[in-house]
């Protein structure tokens, strides 16, 4: 039979027609060159920006393979775990030393945070009890994750780009100066910084409680993601990915990250939820999860064809 030309999007693609004339697999790579703009397809620009955006499973197979250069494994993110609960460890220590034996800040630190604040945090002020609580949740939670990433977690071969690897490393170091930068943007009226106690309000209360909600929820969703991958007994029985089932996986396909944001919420509530500076680290994780959900839901649905359809990708019944 004679070759048929067809016009996708100024990108002539030539099919062969079998003794059957156009099949199945015609259509569908009619399909693929008509779902992707041959502009876009040959840039760049627009490989690296997708190698930036995504990560593990919803990292394109067909990127070129000189950005394979820039790949770490994914399974490092529990780097990031161990800088932050070395890092924040520390600061939690010194922000004690300083409230409960009134020693200040040490002068590395002050003069950082007086940097990043542009003046206006002073040596001799103290750290609030917010502050302090907030410090501890995310000592908690970097713990928790990083014993989830060493123990839980079964993670396959996927891989992260170096840029996000470096980006996470630090992630969390300026997560912690944040913390004292918000307390000396919005210093506590609650009494003198010597009585901790006396500064503890409803707010505090609150923000503990959704916090040990949602990260005990984040738990049971990795708990979920890692007995896919294992038999009956607990031996590993695959690494590739598969549709996950039970409890807040039935009406999101990422509830882990929905949990990520509630727990960012909660340090938002901790701090007195006035802060603007916390909102704003909310406002960039909402931003940053729903980014990685609506990824992963897609690979979801393009991958799996019986795919819940009532499932959102990050916000259960809304998005
Ligand atoms: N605050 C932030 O900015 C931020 C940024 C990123 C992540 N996080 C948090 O870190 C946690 C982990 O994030 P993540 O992006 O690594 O989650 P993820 O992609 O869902 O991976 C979690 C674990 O589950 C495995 N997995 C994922 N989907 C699977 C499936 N369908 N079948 C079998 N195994 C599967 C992964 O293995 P693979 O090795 O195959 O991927 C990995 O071991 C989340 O709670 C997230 O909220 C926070």
């Known amino acids: 039979m004679a070759e048929v030309s067809v016009q996708v999007e100024s990108e002539e693609v030539c099919l062969q027609p079998t003794s059957e004339g156009i099949t199945c697999e015609h259509l569908r790579i009619l399909k693929r060159f008509s779902r992707c703009p041959p502009e876009a397809a040959r840039s760049h620009a627009f490989h690296v920006f997708q190698d930036l955006i995504r990560y593990g499973k919803t990292k394109n197979l067909q990127r070129p393979s000189v950005l394979c250069v820039f790949d770490v494994p994914k399974r490092w993110f529990s780097h990031f775990y161990a800088v932050s609960v070395l890092w924040n460890g520390l600061l939690i220590a010194l922000s004690l030393r300083s409230v409960v034996l009134g020693q200040e800040l040490p002068v590395w630190l002050n003069e950082t945070l007086r940097f990043l604040t542009a003046g206006s945090r002073s040596a001799a002020q103290g750290v609030s009890a917010s502050a302090v ?61 010597s009585s901790l106690l006396s500064q503890l309000r409803w707010f505090h209360a609150a923000g503990v409680l959704l916090f040990l909600w949602a990260s005990l929820h984040q738990h049971r969703c990795l708990r979920v993601l890692a007995q896919l991958r294992m038999g009956n007994s607990g031996e590993l029985v695959t690494l590739g990915h598969k549709v996950p089932h039970g ?17 960012y919420v909660s340090l938002s509530i901790t701090c007195r939820g006035g802060a603007l500076t916390w909102w704003l680290v909310v406002l960039y994780v909402f931003f940053n999860q729903a980014l990685a959900a609506q990824l992963c839901h897609e690979f979801y649905c393009s991958r799996f064809q019986s795919y819940p359809q009532q499932r959102k990708a990050f916000v259960p019944f809304l998005l």
């Open 133 to 193: 609580l907030v410090q501890v949740l995310l000592w908690t939670h970097s713990l928790r994750r990083l014993w989830e990433c060493v123990w839980v977690s079964v993670f396959s071969d996927g891989v992260i780009h170096a840029v996000q690897y470096v980006f996470g490393l630090g992630y969390y170091v300026i997560l912690g100066l944040t913390v004292l930068c918000a307390d000396a943007l919005h210093p506590q009226t609650g009494g003198p910084a």
């Open 247 to 263: 409890g807040w996986f039935e009406v999101v396909s990422c509830p882990h990250y929905f949990a990520e944001l509630l727990i």
